[in-house]
């Protein structure tokens, strides 16, 4: 009953690069319609766990298992198929394209993109591309980006591509998002916009996001539970609020000689 529940499950993972376990015998699960936040001093894993579970990385041991199944080293473009996506770890629009031409991009196995059907049925892909753009117009309308829709990517702002980036995943109907530190250099207006876009599209189209934060503020509005790694493992698991008062957990960053970032 309870594995149902858990859209992702991490088991005695581990990853070693030489001596150093970076990831080290963690083990964790996120549920099914959750925001969770991955928090953590530097260098306690954080960046590497996102790699194995999206398949960046071979892990030296541990399992990884998506709805039950096991996905452990799969490839990043099976599990994007699947549902799991990782966004926000470097920019990755078109910047000669318009917002509206980069999420119409997205979308895998369109017809017009098999030369044989595209010659020999045109109408096809016609009415395909229609549907495409339709789509996309409807993530524009979502996220609040009407006014830049025929805008060039490359003359977006940080904080406006990254609500770009994360229009992308709804373009293939995501079921788990990773995002890698979407705070990180944002203003703070758009930061609130990309907070609420997260909210929607968990609230309103059942996405699970896990997110690797720095910024304790927009983790304490949007995540619930919030996991804290340190040495490559799980210290603690709880609300936000919980998080910051626990001893164990403002040990570990003192120890590291870094503080909770509680920006306001
Ligand atoms: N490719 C690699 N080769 C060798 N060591 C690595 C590699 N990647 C990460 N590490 C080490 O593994 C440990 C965990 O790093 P990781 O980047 O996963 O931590 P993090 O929590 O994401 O840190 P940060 O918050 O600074 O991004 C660190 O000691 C790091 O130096």
């Known amino acids: 009953m ?5 859209i992702l499950q991490i088991e005695n993972l581990s990853k070693y690069f030489g001596g150093l376990a970076a990831v080290s015998d963690c083990s964790l699960k996120i549920k099914k319609g959750s925001i969770t936040g991955i928090i953590g001093p530097n260098g306690s894993g954080k960046t590497t766990l996102f790699n194995l579970i ?3 990385l071979k892990s030296s041991q541990g399992k990884v298992l998506f709805n039950n199944e096991d996905v452990t080293d799969v490839p990043s473009y099976e ?3 699947k549902g799991i996506l990782r966004t926000f770890q470097i920019a990755h629009e078109f910047t ?5 031409e980069n999420l119409m991009m997205v979308p895998a196995n369109q017809s017009g993109e098999n030369l044989m059907t595209a ?5 096809l892909v016609r009415t395909e591309e229609l549907k495409v753009k339709q789509k996309a117009q409807d993530v524009v309308d979502f996220l609040n980006l009407t ?11 940080g904080g406006q591509k990254k609500l770009l980036e994360l229009g992308r995943t709804m373009m293939v109907d995501a079921k788990l998002v990773l995002l890698d530190e979407v705070g990180a250099g944002v203003n703070r207006t758009l930061l609130k916009d990309l907070g609420t876009a997260i909210l929607k599209l968990n609230k309103e189209e059942g996405y ?8 304790m503020e927009f ?22 609020e919980e998080a910051k008062k626990d001893e164990k957990v403002i040990e570990s960053y003192l120890g590291r000689g870094s503080k909770i970032k509680d920006e306001n």
């Open 2 to 6: 309870d594995q149902e529940q858990n």
């Open 54 to 56: 999206a398949g960046n």
């Open 79 to 81: 599990l994007f198929s």
């Open 96 to 100: 000669n394209l318009s917002v509206l």
């Open 119 to 123: 010659l020999l049925k045109p109408s």
């Open 147 to 157: 006014h830049l829709s025929n805008e060039l990517a490359g003359n977006l702002s």
């Open 208 to 215: 699970t996001f896990c997110m690797i934060e720095h910024d």
């Open 219 to 240: 983790i304490s509005r949007l995540c619930n539970p919030v996991i804290v790694m340190a040495e490559g493992s799980v210290l603690f698991e709880g609300t936000a």
